[in-house]
């Protein structure tokens, strides 16, 4: 038993070092890939990716998944509680249950874990949310996030994503092709198949109010 509790406290001990040192890597160079971009590669063979630094990325992109995903990003330290609470609610009424995961939370889980769900996966998604808060600054989790998010079926980041759908850089978007590409985040691979169909646009011009009342407050800490 001893040793068993020597190589897990051993286990414990690297898994912390390396998941530090990871995130410390990633604050400063570009993430070459994930598992999701992985998985999906060898499902289907499509990937279409472009690193690009967040000041060759338009601000109105910026704000429009801010606007669309994370109104409380630039406030809050990785969760959002007052939206998990109203999310507990829905719940309970019997409601659709409203995703609560923030911009924090799914740059952890996009980053570096595996798809599902499962309460180990939660809580390595909470610890990886905690560290990048830590170590990474707000802009760098929106960079990261904008190069990593998934915006239609094999099409990863923004600028991937201004080129397949509107063949342009993602410094070009405007704010209604930004609030465009922000509606498509919640199920990217099926609402990316009709960027004109009703309910993209309907969250576009969702989005696109949002925007204008979050105007002017974009600034990083």
Do not use: C
């Amino acid at each position: 038993m001893k040793t068993v509790s020597k190589w897990f406290k051993r286990m414990i001990l690297a898994f912390f070092i390396s998941s530090v040192g990871m995130v410390v890597v990633y604050k400063f160079v570009p993430v070459p890939t994930t598992y999701l971009m992985i998985s999906r590669y060898f499902a289907t063979g499509k990937m279409e990716k472009t690193w690009t630094p967040i000041d060759k990325i338009s601000k109105s992109m910026q704000l429009a998944v801010i606007s669309g995903e994370d109104q409380n990003f630039l406030s809050h330290h990785g969760f959002d509680f007052d939206q998990i609470q109203k999310a507990m609610e829905e719940q309970q009424d019997g409601r659709r249950v409203r995703g609560a995961s923030t911009i924090s939370q799914q740059t952890a889980k996009n980053v570096f874990l595996w798809g599902g769900k499962n309460f180990i996966r939660k809580g390595l998604e909470a610890y990886f949310t905690v560290l990048i808060e830590l170590i990474w600054s707000k802009q760098r989790i929106v960079e990261i996030y904008l190069n990593v998010a998934e915006f239609g079926d094999g099409i990863y980041g923004a600028e991937a994503a201004a080129h397949h759908y509107f063949g342009k850089s993602a410094a070009g978007l405007t704010r209604a092709e930004s609030a465009t590409l922000a509606a498509l985040l919640p199920n990217p691979r099926k609402y990316g198949q009709n960027i004109n169909g009703k309910y993209v646009q309907k969250r576009k011009s969702w989005i696109m109010r949002q925007m204008q009342n979050l105007s002017g407050t974009l600034v990083y800490p």
